[in-house]
Protein backbone atom coordinates (compact mmCIF):
# COMPACT_ATOMS: atom_id res chain seq x y z
CA UNK A 1 0.00 0.00 0.00
CA UNK A 2 0.97 3.64 -0.19
CA UNK A 3 2.72 5.30 2.68
CA UNK A 4 0.31 7.74 4.31
CA UNK A 5 1.74 10.37 6.51
CA UNK A 6 0.15 10.06 10.09
CA UNK A 7 -1.77 13.36 10.92
CA UNK A 8 0.23 15.95 13.75
CA UNK A 9 -0.39 15.28 17.22
CA UNK A 10 -0.95 18.05 19.41
CA UNK A 11 1.90 17.95 21.85
CA UNK A 12 -0.12 19.69 24.56
CA UNK A 13 -2.23 17.19 24.37
CA UNK A 14 -0.09 14.14 23.77
CA UNK A 15 1.87 15.47 27.44
CA UNK A 16 -1.69 16.00 29.17
CA UNK A 17 -2.46 12.55 28.19
CA UNK A 18 1.28 10.45 29.26
CA UNK A 19 0.49 12.88 33.05
CA UNK A 20 -2.92 10.75 32.80
CA UNK A 21 -1.05 7.12 32.08
CA UNK A 22 -0.76 6.65 28.45
CA UNK A 23 2.80 5.45 26.93
CA UNK A 24 2.64 5.23 23.65
CA UNK A 25 5.15 3.48 21.20
CA UNK A 26 5.57 4.53 17.68
CA UNK A 27 4.37 1.03 16.66
CA UNK A 28 0.80 1.94 17.06
CA UNK A 29 0.93 0.13 20.46
CA UNK A 30 -0.43 2.11 23.51
CA UNK A 31 0.28 0.96 27.55
CA UNK A 32 -2.06 2.29 29.93
CA UNK A 33 -1.57 3.22 33.87
CA UNK A 34 -3.19 5.39 36.73
CA UNK A 35 -6.21 7.14 35.98
CA UNK A 36 -6.64 6.37 32.46
CA UNK A 37 -6.36 2.84 32.74
CA UNK A 38 -9.10 3.24 35.52
CA UNK A 39 -11.24 5.04 32.98
CA UNK A 40 -10.19 1.93 30.90
CA UNK A 41 -11.88 -0.31 33.13
CA UNK A 42 -14.39 1.92 33.77
CA UNK A 43 -15.52 1.97 30.15
CA UNK A 44 -15.37 -1.44 30.13
CA UNK A 45 -17.77 -2.00 33.37
CA UNK A 46 -20.14 0.06 31.52
CA UNK A 47 -19.94 -1.84 28.14
CA UNK A 48 -20.79 -4.98 30.00
CA UNK A 49 -23.82 -3.18 31.97
CA UNK A 50 -24.98 -2.89 28.71
CA UNK A 51 -24.58 -6.18 27.41
CA UNK A 52 -26.92 -7.27 30.88
CA UNK A 53 -29.76 -5.80 29.23
CA UNK A 54 -30.01 -8.83 27.05
CA UNK A 55 -28.27 -10.89 29.84
CA UNK A 56 -25.49 -11.81 27.53
CA UNK A 57 -22.98 -14.60 28.47
CA UNK A 58 -19.72 -13.38 28.90
CA UNK A 59 -16.63 -15.56 27.23
CA UNK A 60 -13.12 -15.03 26.94
CA UNK A 61 -10.82 -16.35 24.19
CA UNK A 62 -7.08 -16.62 23.07
CA UNK A 63 -4.92 -13.88 21.59
CA UNK A 64 -4.71 -15.74 17.91
CA UNK A 65 -7.36 -17.98 15.62
CA UNK A 66 -6.94 -20.47 13.16
CA UNK A 67 -6.40 -19.27 9.72
CA UNK A 68 -8.65 -22.11 8.40
CA UNK A 69 -11.19 -20.87 10.44
CA UNK A 70 -11.03 -17.33 9.56
CA UNK A 71 -10.94 -17.78 6.13
CA UNK A 72 -14.53 -19.74 6.24
CA UNK A 73 -15.81 -15.98 6.00
CA UNK A 74 -12.89 -15.07 3.27
CA UNK A 75 -11.38 -12.49 5.74
CA UNK A 76 -7.69 -13.27 4.33
CA UNK A 77 -8.54 -12.47 1.21
CA UNK A 78 -11.12 -9.04 1.82
CA UNK A 79 -8.38 -7.80 4.39
CA UNK A 80 -5.08 -9.39 3.84
CA UNK A 81 -3.54 -5.77 4.05
CA UNK A 82 -4.82 -5.59 7.82
CA UNK A 83 -3.88 -9.28 8.52
CA UNK A 84 -1.67 -9.90 11.05
CA UNK A 85 0.29 -13.17 12.01
CA UNK A 86 1.17 -15.19 15.14
CA UNK A 87 4.71 -16.54 13.28
CA UNK A 88 7.86 -18.34 14.91
CA UNK A 89 10.75 -19.16 13.94
CA UNK A 90 11.30 -23.35 11.96
CA UNK A 91 12.12 -25.90 14.98
CA UNK A 92 14.93 -27.27 13.60
CA UNK A 93 18.14 -27.09 15.02
CA UNK A 94 19.83 -26.06 11.92
CA UNK A 95 17.72 -23.16 11.52
CA UNK A 96 18.20 -21.93 14.99
CA UNK A 97 21.97 -22.22 14.59
CA UNK A 98 21.42 -20.39 11.34
CA UNK A 99 19.36 -17.64 13.38
CA UNK A 100 22.12 -17.79 16.72
CA UNK A 101 25.12 -17.29 13.62
CA UNK A 102 23.19 -14.65 12.75
CA UNK A 103 22.82 -10.89 13.91
CA UNK A 104 19.55 -12.11 15.86
CA UNK A 105 18.42 -8.52 15.24
CA UNK A 106 19.01 -6.16 11.98
CA UNK A 107 21.01 -2.58 13.02
CA UNK A 108 17.56 -0.98 12.31
CA UNK A 109 15.57 -3.27 15.57
CA UNK A 110 13.79 -5.88 12.55
CA UNK A 111 14.46 -9.39 14.06
CA UNK A 112 16.95 -11.44 11.50
CA UNK A 113 14.86 -14.17 10.28
CA UNK A 114 15.88 -17.32 9.15
CA UNK A 115 13.42 -19.87 8.44
CA UNK A 116 9.88 -19.94 9.48
CA UNK A 117 7.46 -22.21 10.49
CA UNK A 118 4.01 -22.52 8.39
CA UNK A 119 1.58 -19.95 9.90
CA UNK A 120 -1.45 -21.21 11.33
CA UNK A 121 -2.91 -18.53 12.83
CA UNK A 122 -3.82 -14.80 12.59
CA UNK A 123 -3.82 -12.70 15.54
CA UNK A 124 -7.53 -11.79 16.53
CA UNK A 125 -8.73 -8.95 14.15
CA UNK A 126 -12.46 -8.38 15.78
CA UNK A 127 -13.39 -10.03 18.88
CA UNK A 128 -16.41 -11.29 17.86
CA UNK A 129 -14.45 -13.80 15.38
CA UNK A 130 -13.96 -16.24 18.30
CA UNK A 131 -17.83 -16.18 19.43
CA UNK A 132 -18.35 -17.64 15.70
CA UNK A 133 -15.53 -20.29 15.95
CA UNK A 134 -16.24 -21.52 19.08
CA UNK A 135 -19.87 -22.08 18.76
CA UNK A 136 -19.06 -23.86 15.56
CA UNK A 137 -21.98 -26.10 14.31
CA UNK A 138 -24.24 -25.66 17.10
CA UNK A 139 -28.37 -25.37 16.79
CA UNK A 140 -30.13 -22.70 19.02
CA UNK A 141 -33.78 -22.91 20.22
CA UNK A 142 -34.04 -19.61 20.99
CA UNK A 143 -31.79 -15.91 20.59
CA UNK A 144 -28.47 -16.17 21.79
CA UNK A 145 -26.61 -12.94 23.34
CA UNK A 146 -23.05 -13.34 24.00
CA UNK A 147 -20.41 -10.76 25.08
CA UNK A 148 -16.63 -11.12 25.08
CA UNK A 149 -13.48 -8.38 25.35
CA UNK A 150 -10.53 -8.97 23.29
CA UNK A 151 -7.35 -7.37 22.34
CA UNK A 152 -7.06 -6.82 18.27
CA UNK A 153 -4.64 -6.52 15.79
CA UNK A 154 -4.51 -4.96 12.34
CA UNK A 155 -2.10 -3.30 10.27
CA UNK A 156 -2.51 0.78 9.20
CA UNK A 157 -1.25 2.58 7.26
CA UNK A 158 -0.54 5.27 10.10
CA UNK A 159 -1.20 5.44 13.81
CA UNK A 160 -2.49 8.23 16.28
CA UNK A 161 -2.36 8.03 20.11
CA UNK A 162 -5.38 6.86 21.24
CA UNK A 163 -7.80 7.21 17.44
CA UNK A 164 -5.24 4.28 16.10
CA UNK A 165 -3.35 1.79 16.64
CA UNK A 166 -2.00 -1.31 15.54
CA UNK A 167 -3.29 -3.45 18.57
CA UNK A 168 -6.65 -2.06 20.56
CA UNK A 169 -8.86 -3.31 23.07
CA UNK A 170 -12.67 -4.10 21.99
CA UNK A 171 -15.68 -5.14 23.67
CA UNK A 172 -18.49 -7.03 21.25
CA UNK A 173 -22.24 -7.97 22.80
CA UNK A 174 -23.58 -10.62 19.75
CA UNK A 175 -27.03 -11.57 19.14
CA UNK A 176 -27.19 -14.97 17.21
CA UNK A 177 -30.88 -16.01 16.28
CA UNK A 178 -33.86 -15.16 13.48
CA UNK A 179 -33.43 -12.16 11.07
CA UNK A 180 -36.14 -10.16 12.77
CA UNK A 181 -34.53 -11.60 16.47
CA UNK A 182 -31.44 -9.93 15.52
CA UNK A 183 -33.09 -6.69 13.83
CA UNK A 184 -34.77 -6.15 17.00
CA UNK A 185 -31.51 -6.45 19.55
CA UNK A 186 -29.35 -3.55 16.55
CA UNK A 187 -32.53 -2.06 17.07
CA UNK A 188 -32.54 -1.74 20.69
CA UNK A 189 -29.28 -1.34 21.04
CA UNK A 190 -28.69 1.73 18.98
CA UNK A 191 -32.05 3.21 21.57
CA UNK A 192 -30.01 2.29 24.38
CA UNK A 193 -26.93 3.77 23.16
CA UNK A 194 -28.36 6.94 22.32
CA UNK A 195 -29.65 7.07 26.26
CA UNK A 196 -26.30 6.12 27.14
CA UNK A 197 -24.66 8.62 24.80
CA UNK A 198 -26.89 11.52 26.55
CA UNK A 199 -26.05 10.74 30.05
CA UNK A 200 -22.55 10.76 29.89
CA UNK A 201 -22.44 14.09 27.48
CA UNK A 202 -20.89 12.77 24.61
CA UNK A 203 -22.24 14.31 21.07
CA UNK A 204 -21.95 11.39 18.60
CA UNK A 205 -23.32 11.02 15.04
CA UNK A 206 -24.53 7.80 13.47
CA UNK A 207 -22.70 7.62 10.19
CA UNK A 208 -23.10 4.69 7.52
CA UNK A 209 -20.12 3.14 7.12
CA UNK A 210 -18.42 -0.02 5.49
CA UNK A 211 -15.51 -2.58 6.44
CA UNK A 212 -12.24 -1.18 5.53
CA UNK A 213 -11.69 -4.18 2.28
CA UNK A 214 -9.01 -4.43 0.45
CA UNK A 215 -9.60 -2.76 -2.89
CA UNK A 216 -13.07 -2.02 -2.59
CA UNK A 217 -14.27 -1.99 -5.96
CA UNK A 218 -13.24 -5.02 -6.99
CA UNK A 219 -14.94 -6.51 -3.77
CA UNK A 220 -18.17 -7.47 -4.44
CA UNK A 221 -18.77 -7.25 -0.67
CA UNK A 222 -18.02 -3.33 -0.07
CA UNK A 223 -20.12 -2.91 -3.52
CA UNK A 224 -23.41 -5.23 -1.76
CA UNK A 225 -22.70 -3.07 1.80
CA UNK A 226 -22.55 0.24 -0.29
CA UNK A 227 -25.86 -0.97 -1.65
CA UNK A 228 -27.52 -2.34 1.17
CA UNK A 229 -25.83 -0.93 4.57
CA UNK A 230 -25.24 -2.60 7.28
CA UNK A 231 -22.67 -0.98 9.40
CA UNK A 232 -23.37 2.10 11.44
CA UNK A 233 -20.92 3.45 13.21
CA UNK A 234 -21.34 6.09 16.28
CA UNK A 235 -18.72 9.05 15.67
CA UNK A 236 -17.01 11.35 17.54
CA UNK A 237 -15.93 15.18 16.19
CA UNK A 238 -17.22 13.85 12.32
CA UNK A 239 -14.45 11.31 11.87
CA UNK A 240 -13.53 9.05 15.29
CA UNK A 241 -15.96 5.54 15.10
CA UNK A 242 -15.88 4.74 19.13
CA UNK A 243 -19.05 2.43 18.77
CA UNK A 244 -20.76 0.39 15.69
CA UNK A 245 -23.37 -1.31 15.24
CA UNK A 246 -22.90 -4.25 12.15
CA UNK A 247 -26.13 -6.89 11.24
CA UNK A 248 -24.59 -9.50 9.64
CA UNK A 249 -27.51 -11.54 8.10
CA UNK A 250 -26.26 -15.34 8.00
CA UNK A 251 -22.91 -14.65 6.87
CA UNK A 252 -21.12 -16.10 9.76
CA UNK A 253 -24.22 -18.66 10.43
CA UNK A 254 -24.08 -20.32 6.94
CA UNK A 255 -20.04 -20.24 6.90
CA UNK A 256 -19.51 -21.69 10.76
CA UNK A 257 -22.94 -23.78 10.67
CA UNK A 258 -24.70 -22.21 12.95
CA UNK A 259 -28.61 -22.80 13.05
CA UNK A 260 -31.47 -21.17 14.45
CA UNK A 261 -33.90 -24.27 14.39
CA UNK A 262 -34.30 -25.46 10.76
CA UNK A 263 -32.60 -22.05 9.13
CA UNK A 264 -28.94 -20.92 8.94
CA UNK A 265 -28.69 -18.29 12.34
CA UNK A 266 -28.31 -14.44 11.45
CA UNK A 267 -26.42 -12.21 13.76
CA UNK A 268 -25.50 -8.70 14.49
CA UNK A 269 -22.95 -7.14 17.04
CA UNK A 270 -22.34 -3.96 18.91
CA UNK A 271 -18.56 -3.43 19.19
CA UNK A 272 -16.92 -0.50 21.37
CA UNK A 273 -12.87 0.32 20.51
CA UNK A 274 -12.49 1.45 24.48
CA UNK A 275 -8.78 3.13 23.47
CA UNK A 276 -10.92 5.42 20.93
CA UNK A 277 -13.28 6.42 23.85
CA UNK A 278 -10.72 7.37 26.37
CA UNK A 279 -9.93 10.02 23.41
CA UNK A 280 -13.35 11.23 22.84
CA UNK A 281 -14.47 11.43 26.92
CA UNK A 282 -10.47 13.08 27.66
CA UNK A 283 -11.36 15.38 24.66
CA UNK A 284 -14.84 16.11 25.49
CA UNK A 285 -14.60 16.08 29.35
CA UNK A 286 -10.78 17.11 29.99
CA UNK A 287 -7.89 14.68 31.49
CA UNK A 288 -8.77 15.91 35.29
CA UNK A 289 -10.66 12.98 36.19
CA UNK A 290 -12.69 15.18 38.63
CA UNK A 291 -14.84 16.03 35.40
CA UNK A 292 -15.07 12.45 34.18
CA UNK A 293 -18.98 10.80 33.27
CA UNK A 294 -19.96 8.01 35.76
CA UNK A 295 -20.08 5.78 32.61
CA UNK A 296 -21.06 2.69 34.94
CA UNK A 297 -23.44 4.23 36.65
CA UNK A 298 -25.27 5.84 33.40
CA UNK A 299 -24.99 2.43 31.82
CA UNK A 300 -26.89 1.02 35.11
CA UNK A 301 -29.38 3.56 34.87
CA UNK A 302 -29.81 3.04 31.12
CA UNK A 303 -30.51 -1.05 31.69
CA UNK A 304 -32.62 -0.05 34.93
CA UNK A 305 -34.74 2.12 32.69
CA UNK A 306 -35.01 -1.04 29.82
CA UNK A 307 -36.52 -3.45 32.94
CA UNK A 308 -33.42 -4.48 34.09
CA UNK A 309 -33.07 -7.38 31.93
CA UNK A 310 -33.79 -8.69 28.67
CA UNK A 311 -35.70 -6.95 26.25
Given amino acids: MTAVEAPAVDPVRAAELARIGLSWQPSGQAALRGPLLRLAEECDRAFTTLAGIWQAEEERHPASLPARRLQRVGYLRSFPHQATFAARLAPEESNLDAFLDGPVLHQGGDVAVTELAPIAQVLTPAACYHLFNDHLGETFDAPRYLTTRNTCFRHERYYVPLRRLSSFTM ?19 RAALDEFFDLVDLPLEWLTAT ?5 PQANPKYLMQRVQPVKHEATYGGDLA ?16 LTRGDEPAHSGCVAFGIERWLFAITDRHGTNPAGWPGLADAAAKVRSGLGGGRV
Fill in 171 to 189: REVVCLGSGGEVADFLGHA
Fill in 211 to 215: DPFFR
Fill in 242 to 257: IASINRHHDHFGVNFD
